[in-house]
C-alpha cells in the first residue's frame, strides 16, 4: 500500500479529492508523487481548464498568469542554483521589486517570469504553492492539509530572507490587500513547527507529513 493516497469523496454536495495518509513515516515528497498525476489528468473536471479539461502545463487558461507567487524554501534554494545565482542576485532578477520593498518575496507576474510560450519552464522545481493549485474541488481536510505544507515553506523562505539580510524594508504603505493578506498568514505560521523543516531540509522527503495535521 502506498504511504499516501487519493480518493474522490463528497462534501456539501459536491465530489471532490480527498488524501489519505498511511504511514507515519509518510513524507511531502510522497504526498507530492501521489497529487502529480491530477496535474496531468484532462480527463479530471478543472474548473479554469479550456472546456473544463486539461493538463495543468501548457494550459491555455493559465493560473500563471496572474497568480500571487512566494516559493517555499527547498523551492526557492533549488531554482537559485539551476539559474546558478546567488540568492540576492536571483531575488533582484526574478522577485517583484514593489513588493520587495513591502518584504515580500512575490516571484515577478503578469506572467509568472517563468512561463515560456505559456509552459513552466521550471516545471520540476516549482514551488508548492504552483504544485498543488488545480482548480478542481478539494474536500476541506485535505485542503487544509496542502494549504498548511505550502504556507510553512513560504513562511521558510520568508524567514531566511530576513535572516540573511535579504529583505530590509518591511513597510503597510502600497500594500494590496492580497499583500497584508499574505503577510498575516506568514506572520501565523512563523511558529509552526514545520518551518524548522523547512529551514534545514534539502528535498521534500526530509519533511515528514506526521508534523501536519489532516
Known amino acids: ?28 515528497d510522497d504526498l507530492l508523487q501521489a497529487w502529480q498525476p491530477l496535474c496531468d489528468d484532462s480527463g479530471l473536471f478543472k474548473l479554469y ?11 491555455s487558461v493559465n493560473c500563471c498568469n496572474t497568480a500571487y507567487v512566494i516559493p517555499d524554501l527547498i523551492s ?6 539551476h539559474l546558478n545565482l546567488e540568492y540576492s542576485d536571483f531575488i533582484d532578477r526574478f522577485f517583484q521589486k514593489e513588493k520587495l520593498e513591502l518584504g515580500l518575496l512575490r516571484m515577478r507576474p503578469n ?16 514551488s508548492l504553492i504552483c504544485r498543488f493549485y488545480i482548480c478542481s474541488y478539494i474536500l ?4 487544509q492539509l496542502i494549504y498548511s505544507i505550502a504556507w510553512t515553506g513560504i513562511t521558510a523562505t520568508q524567514l531566511f530572507a530576513e535572516a540573511k539580510g535579504l529583505l530590509h524594508i518591511n513597510s503597510e504603505a502600497g500594500s494590496s490587500s492580497f499583500d497584508l493578506l499574505f503577510k498575516k498568514l506568514i506572520n501565523d505560521y512563523r511558529d509552526h513547527p514545520g518551518v524548522a523543516l523547512f ?6 522527503k526530509d519533511i515528514p507529513l506526521s508534523v501536519f495535521k489532516l
Open 49 to 59: 481548464a479550456a472546456s473544463n479539461y486539461s493538463e495543468c502545463k501548457g494550459c
Open 111 to 126: 506572467p509568472c517570469i517563468f512561463l515560456k510560450e505559456n509552459i513552466c519552464s521550471i516545471y520540476a522545481l516549482r
Open 199 to 204: 529551514m534545514n531540509a534539502r528535498e521534500y
Open 76 to 81: 526557492f534554494r533549488k531554482m537559485a542554483r
Open 140 to 143: 476541506g481536510d485535505t485542503e
Open 1 to 28: 500500500m502506498d504511504k499516501v493516497e487519493l480518493y474522490y469523496g463528497t462534501e456539501n454536495g459536491k465530489s471532490g479529492i480527498g488524501i489519505k495518509i498511511h504511514s507515519q513515516e509518510a513524507n511531502v
